[in-house]
């Protein structure tokens, strides 16, 4: 029988020695686990019981975590689940590369388990938060947000955004005209401590929000890069 008061978590890396000890911190600090050593392994999985939160490592032989994520992302059923990599120390690319893949929040190599484990939390925080200000439809300019289903309707053309790009979009709709830093977004967003996280995380979501949004004229120039400060959502 499944624990339905604990958080269910799936780790895939193909290294057992990982995946073994980010499953032992996680189940110490209350949370349930399954582990996965492939990208074919962790699908199989994924089919027979949706977890809370997915931690995917990018570079695994066969199906790698990016495709892993790609394909998830592409599937209704799991546009919305929370996926977190595991990446090289200073592997930029494979960040950027992954996060456009639609990962929420990366992790370096080596990590810290004190740190994953609460970028694990803040994961499964957000996806439970309902909106601010209490109304689940933001209506601004020409998009339209619903927040019960993290779809943007612009011109009559819905658009499904992932978890975090809706948190996102949510965010800048909320503070239109307001030029936000990176680090204030990850602060509002990610719940990163303030002046810590990575702005290519933000830049990297932002790309994202442009790419799905701006294919509709009505949409086009509305998130505006302010340079040397950060970003806004300009009506």
């Not at 978590?9 to 492939?38: C, H, M, N, Q, Y």
Request: proline residues 6%; hydrophobic residues 40%; contains cysteine.
């Amino acid at each position: 029988m499944f624990d339905k008061k604990k958080p269910f978590i799936l780790t895939t890396d193909d290294d057992p020695g990982i995946v073994l000890s980010i499953a032992t911190a996680l189940t110490r600090e209350g949370f349930e686990t399954e582990k996965a050593l492939s990208g074919e392994e962790a699908l199989r999985k994924l089919a027979v019981r949706r977890p809370d939160a997915l931690i995917l490592d990018i570079n695994m032989p066969g199906i790698d975590g990016l495709e892993v994520c790609r394909r998830l992302r592409m599937d209704d059923r799991y546009y919305d689940l929370p996926i977190l990599f595991l990446t090289a120390r200073g592997t930029v690319s494979d960040v950027v590369v992954g996060l456009d893949a639609g990962a929420d929040d990366y992790v370096a190599k080596p990590f810290d388990i004190v740190e994953l484990v609460a970028r694990v939390r803040a994961l499964l925080r957000r996806s439970g938060q309902p909106p601010k200000n209490g109304s689940d439809i933001l209506d601004l300019g020409p998009i339209m947000l619903d927040s019960m289903t993290y779809r943007v309707t612009i011109g009559g053309a819905e658009i499904q955004l992932t978890r975090t790009e809706h948190q996102l979009l949510r965010y800048l709709m909320e503070h239109p005209n307001q030029a936000l830093s990176p680090y204030r977004l990850l602060e509002a967003v990610w719940e990163y401590p303030p002046r810590t996280g990575d702005p290519d995380l933000v830049r990297a979501h932002i790309r994202n929000l442009r790419a799905k949004l701006e294919n509709h004229e009505a949409a086009h120039g509305v998130i505006r890069t302010i340079h040397g400060v950060g970003y806004m959502v300009a009506v």
